[in-house]
T-cell receptor, first 114, second 109 residues
C-alpha cells in the first residue's frame, strides 16, 4: 500500500450500534487526524495523535474515541452511533516535523446512521 | 471564536482566470493552506503560505496578507478538470488546522 487507506469505503449502520473506522498509513508519519465533513461546513477535527501512544481531542470529540498503539494505525470508534454522526469521515497524517507539515488525506468513509 | 470565510460557489469559463478569496480570524497564525477537493474524493494539498506575498506554482498562485487576515488562490488558464471545491485552512496557535467550508468552482466551456 502507498499513502493512507481507510476502511470501509461506506457503511450503513443502525443507531445504537458500535462501529470502528480503520485508518492505516505507510508513510511513517508521526501525526494522524480524524475529521468529519458535513455539507456546508468545513472539515472538523474529531481527534488527533501527535505520535504513537498519545491522543488528543479536537473540536467535536463527543461520541468518538481513538487509540494509537503504533505509528501506522489510528482507528476511530463510535461506541453507540446516533443519526447526527452521519457524515463523511477522513483520516489524515502528517510528518509533524514543523515547517509546512502538510496533511495528507485518506479516501474517506461515508457513514450513514439510521 | 475562530472563523474562515470563503464564497460558497463561483463560476468561471474555461481558459479564463479566477480568484478565490479567503478571510480568517483565528487564535494565532502558523500558516495558511489551500487544498483542492473533487466531488467524492479526498482533499489534496495545493499550496502553503506563511509569509506575506505571492507563491506561484504553475497555473496556481496563492497570496497572503497577514495584517489583513486575507488570502486568495489564483487559477490561470482554467481547465475543465479544475472544477472542484477549494478549501482554505489556517493553522492556529495550537498547530491545528481550522477549515473554511470550501468554495465550489464550476468551470463552463
Amino acid at each position: 500500500i502507498a499513502g493512507i487507506t481507510q476502511a470501509p469505503t461506506s457503511q450503513i449502520l443502525a443507531a445504537g450500534r458500535r462501529m470502528t473506522l480503520r485508518c492505516t498509513q505507510d508513510m511513517r508519519h508521526n501525526a494522524m487526524y480524524w475529521y468529519r465533513q458535513d455539507l456546508g461546513l468545513g472539515l472538523r477535527l474529531i481527534h488527533y495523535s501527535n505520535t504513537a501512544g498519545t491522543t488528543g481531542k479536537g473540536e467535536v470529540p463527543d461520541g468518538y474515541s481513538v487509540s494509537r498503539a503504533n505509528t501506522d494505525d489510528f482507528p476511530l470508534t463510535l461506541a453507540s452511533a446516533v443519526p447526527s454522526q452521519t457524515s463523511v469521515y477522513f483520516c489524515a497524517s502528517s510528518l509533524a516535523g514543523g515547517g509546512t507539515d502538510t496533511q495528507y488525506f485518506g479516501p474517506g468513509t461515508r457513514l450513514t446512521v439510521l | 471564536g475562530q472563523n474562515i470565510d470563503q464564497p460558497t460557489e463561483m463560476t468561471a469559463t474555461e481558459g479564463a482566470i479566477v480568484q478565490i478569496n479567503c478571510t480568517y480570524q483565528t487564535s494565532g497564525f502558523n500558516g495558511l493552506f489551500w487544498y483542492q477537493q473533487h466531488a467524492g474524493e479526498a482533499p489534496t494539498f495545493l499550496s502553503y503560505n506563511v509569509l506575506d506575498g505571492l507563491e506561484e506554482k504553475g497555473r496556481f498562485s496563492s497570496f497572503l496578507s497577514r495584517s489583513k487576515g486575507y488570502s486568495y488562490l489564483l487559477l490561470k488558464e482554467l481547465q475543465m478538470k479544475d472544477s472542484a471545491s477549494y478549501l482554505c485552512a489556517v493553522r492556529d496557535s495550537n498547530y491545528q488546522l481550522i477549515w473554511g467550508a470550501g468554495t465550489k468552482l464550476i468551470i463552463k466551456p
